[in-house]
C-alpha cells in the first residue's frame, strides 16, 4: 500500500509551519531528514530516515516507506534546493531547473551570471589554496570576505582585513565546504537588506524588503532580525527589487521563491546572494502578517503544479510594522529549559520556536546555528515593535548552563555527528 504525500526535505523548525499549512489542506507529508532530533521529525505523518542529498537512496527511501510522492518542496533550507530539483526531476514533478537550482547555490557559479549579465554585485575569485586566496586578496583588499562556494548559515565564513590572515580564513572555509572549492570576495560596505519574492511563469513578484538587523563582531553576516518596513525611501526599495530581479533572471529562476541579500551602500545596491527558496528565518510567515501575502500557499500550490498568483497580491494588515527577531543566548552552552513562558500571551508575539532544545547544545555565534530560537512579532510602529520585543524576550522561560566557546564548539560537533547517525 502507498501513500500519496508532499515530500519535505528537511526537518529543522522552519519546516513545521509548512508541514502544518499542508495538513490544513488535507494534503499529507513525508520530511526526508538524515538527522533524527529535529524540531521538525514528528510533525509529518511519515518521517523518513536519510540523507536527502543523496537522491537515488532518497528515490527508494521512499518506495521502501511507502510514500508515493505528489510534489517536493522544502522551506529555508539551502541544502535542499539542488537535491530538491534533482528529486523533483527523477520522479517527474515539477521542481526548479537544476542548472538554476545549481547557479542558485553555487557562489562562484552565481557571481558569473552576475557578471555576464550585468547585475552589480561584489568582486571576486575562486579559490581552492592558500596561493589562491593570497592572489585574491591583493586584487580584492585591504578587506574581503572568504567562504565555501557551497556554504550556507554563514558557515565557514571569515571577514579578513590583513593578509596575514588569509591562511586561518582559507582553512576555517575549506572545513565546512563538501567540494574543497571557496570563494574571495570583495568587502561590500552598506546596510543589508533581504528581498522576499516569486516567480511565476517568469513573472517577477516582489513581496516584501526587509532591513537585515547583523550580530556585531566577531560575527561575520549572521542576521539578529529580519526587520519590517527596512527603512529606506521608496525610490531605494525599488532599485534594492530592480537588482535582485535581475538577478533572478540571469541565475533562471522560474516558478519557484526568490530569497536575495543586498548590500546598499554609496554606489547603490549590489547583490550578495540570490536563492531559489523561502528564507528560513520565518520570512514567509512574516510577509503573511505585515504585507498580506501568503507565500507558503503559493509554495505548496507550485510543488503540486498550480502555481496561482492571487496569493501574491500585497494587502494591507492591520499592524504593518514587524520583525523575526532571533534568540540569541548571552554565552554558548547546554540547554537546561528553552521555553516560551509568559511572552506567548504578550501583545504582537504571534510565534516562538526554537531551534535547540533541552539537553542539546547552542553553540558559538559563529553561524546561524549559534542562534537559539525566534520570535514573530507585529506592532503598528517601529516604537512600539522594540517596546514588544524587549518584553517578550524578558518573559522566556530560557536557562542555559554556559561553556566556554570552544568546549562548547566541541561538545555541538559532537551532537550534529552522533544526530547524523541516528544516535541523538
Known sequence: MTVPALVVLGAGLSQRPLIERARARGIATCVVDGRTD??????????????????????????????????????????AVVPGARLAAALGLPGLPVDA??????????????????????????????DDALAAYDALGPRVIVKPTD????????????????????????????????????????REYTVNAFVLDGAFHAVSVTLRDLAPEPAVGICVAHRYPCGRPDEDVESIIGVV???????????????????????????????????????????????GVDLMETVLDTALGQPNAENLRVRETPEPFGHS???????????????????????????????????????????????????LMTAASDAELDARTDAALAALDVIIEPMEPAEAAAAWSEQVRREREGRA
Open 245 to 291: 530581479r535581475r538577478a533572478a533572471a540571469a541565475i533562471g529562476i522560474d516558478n519557484a521563491p526568490v530569497y536575495a541579500q543586498v548590500r546598499f551602500g554609496d554606489d547603490g545596491p549590489r547583490m550578495i546572494e540570490c536563492g531559489a527558496r523561502l528564507g528560513g528565518g520565518s520570512d514567509a510567515q512574516l510577509a503573511r502578517l505585515v504585507v
Open 101 to 130: 537550482a545549481l547557479a542558485a547555490t553555487d557562489k562562484v557559479r552565481q557571481r558569473g551570471l552576475y557578471r555576464d549579465h550585468g547585475v552589480p554585485s561584489a568582486g571576486y575569485a575562486p579559490a581552492r589554496t592558500v
Open 38 to 79: 529535529r524540531p521538525a521529525a514528528d510533525a509529518a505523518d511519515v518521517f523518513v530516515h536519510h540523507d536527502f542529498s543523496d537522491v537515488d537512496g532518497t528515490v527508494a527511501a521512499l518506495a521502501a516507506a511507502g510514500v508515493e510522492a505528489i510534489g517536493v518542496t522544502s522551506m529555508g533550507s539551502e541544502q
Open 325 to 375: 527577531r532571533f534568540v540569541i543566548p548571552e554565552r554558548p552552552g547546554r540547554v537546561v529549559r528553552a521555553g516560551a513562558g509568559d511572552a506567548a500571551d504578550l501583545p504582537g508575539v504571534h510565534e516562538i520556536g526554537f531551534f535547540h532544545q533541552a539537553g542539546q547544545i547552542v553553540p558559538p555565534l559563529t553561524s546561524a546555528s549559534g542562534r537559539l530560537g525566534v520570535l
Open 151 to 190: 556554504g550556507a548559515a554563514q558557515r565557514g565564513v571569515s571577514d579578513v582585513a590583513a593578509r596575514d590572515a588569509i591562511p586561518a580564513a582559507v582553512e576555517h572555509a575549506a572545513r565546512h565546504s563538501r567540494t574543497g572549492e571557496l570563494i574571495v570576495e570583495e568587502h561590500l560596505e552598506g
